[in-house]
């Protein structure tokens, strides 16, 4: 896989800092920003995300 090399218009966020201390692996660009895309691997970041993150109707 190929890394991202760094450019002016590829922004970090707010959360950059600690998203790299918790030990992401890999990104993609989206919006010019850098996103997280994985942390331990594709397979274990799925069920983490199955088992462990809620999903709130905000429209109410």
Known sequence: M???AGSRRIRRTPFSEGVEAYGVKGYTV???MLLPTVFRSVVED???LKSAV???DVAV
Do not use: S
């Open 2 to 4: 190929a890394l991202i």
């Open 30 to 32: 989206y919006n010019h």
């Open 46 to 48: 799925y069920h983490h």
């Open 54 to 56: 809620q999903v709130w």
